[in-house]
């Protein structure tokens, strides 16, 4: 079930460069400085060169670590005394709990009945404590707010959060960093916080840069909220791309406004498609969450329609991709039978 919200502020100020930097140094002895890998068969099929920043391989198995080890380091001493609460489909609720560990502090976790086991095993394996709630974004928010009546703890949202935005943030500034000349990113879009902190880094960096959103088509709240310019929201979703069942906040959505070239939807036959063949050809482990943003470019055409024309010296655009996170139930692989 969807439904419009009221519009963003568009004059919210967004997270600067400086935070942004500042997060970077926050987090820097704490995580991996993620690999970029190649592949020449997608660059073949695509049509383009390929740049894959692999936050599969990220502490905790997803970029998440960054936003939540930022919010939660950043916290004063009386507040991390608090305890810290969160709600997540899983990779967030990892990151937070590996994070409060760190700060010393307890973590309690949200989450629906339906997460994936190996998420809710990770949650547990880094010392959070879970509260199961349905799958509706209206249960978890209903289920947080209870928790945080009865602990007194700090909530760190998922998204809606610059220091979480901040921190995500450098996945992408990581990337540029490395690979300074790409004419395009493609991130995959729930709540909006990496796509966000996408925008934010490679604008800076790059200011003629082309951004994309990659979105489950049954889970399309950001495609509609830029199409009618209001905010829409989704309340449960059965995409398989479990972590991108959120919808955008007025934080997220009017940095997206700003920044972003587009959304691209994305079939569920795609996502897993794409979820294969990176397993297949690249020989890692990333979730459909993670898949959906290197969907584009193998469907038929998927080049043309990001509208990049070749480079000047005729070779063809250079593509940057985000591979979020890696964190799947190898007992359901949706492929493992096919």
């Given amino acids: 079930m969807s439904s419009p919200q009221t519009g963003p502020n568009p004059q919210r100020a967004a997270p600067s460069w400086q935070a942004i930097a500042e997060a970077h140094a926050r987090i820097d002895p704490h995580i991996h400085r993620t690999p970029v890998l190649t592949s020449r068969t997608l660059d073949r099929i695509s049509g383009a060169q390929l740049f894959f920043k ?3 391989l990220q502490k905790t198995g997803s970029f998440k670590i960054r936003g939540a080890a930022n919010a939660i380091l950043s916290l004063s001493e009386e507040d991390a005394r608090r305890g810290i609460v969160t709600q997540s489909s899983g990779n967030h609720g990892a990151a937070v709990a590996c994070a409060a560990a ?7 976790i949200v989450m629906p009945k339906t997460a994936p086991r190996v998420k809710c095993e990770a949650v547990e394996g880094y010392g959070g404590k879970i509260a199961f709630c349905e799958q509706t974004v209206t249960a978890r928010k209903e289920m947080a707010a209870k928790v945080q009546a009865e602990t007194g703890a700090v909530l760190i949202h998922p998204y809606d959060d610059d220091l ?19 004419d395009a990113v493609l ?13 934010l880094s490679a604008r800076h960096l790059k200011p003629a840069i082309r951004l994309f959103g990659c979105e489950p088509a049954k ?3 950001a495609y509609r909220s830029l199409q009618t310019g209001t905010l829409q929201s989704i309340d449960s979703s059965d995409t398989i791309a479990d972590g991108l069942r959120a919808s955008l906040a007025p934080r997220t959505f009017a940095i997206l406004r700003r920044e972003l070239s587009g959304i691209l939807l994305i079939s569920e036959e795609e996502i897993i498609s794409a979820m294969r063949f990176l397993w297949e050809r690249m020989k890692i482990v990333v979730e459909p969450s993670s898949s959906i943003a290197v969907a584009p470019l193998l469907k038929t055409g998927g080049l043309a329609g990001l509208h990049l024309p070749a480079r000047a010296d005729g070779a063809p655009p250079k593509i940057g991709i985000i591979l979020s996170g890696g964190n799947v139930d190898l007992s359901a692989l949706p492929f493992s039978n096919a």
Avoid: F, H, Q
């Fill in 187 to 199: 991130t995959p879009v729930s709540g909006g916080g990496l796509l966000s902190g996408t925008c």
């Fill in 164 to 182: 979480v935005i901040a921190g995500a943030a450098t996945a992408a500034k990581e990337l540029l960093e490395e690979m300074p000349d790409l």
């Fill in 54 to 56: 692999c936050e599969n």
């Fill in 102 to 108: 760190w700060r010393g502090t307890r973590a309690w």
């Fill in 219 to 221: 889970a399309d709240d």
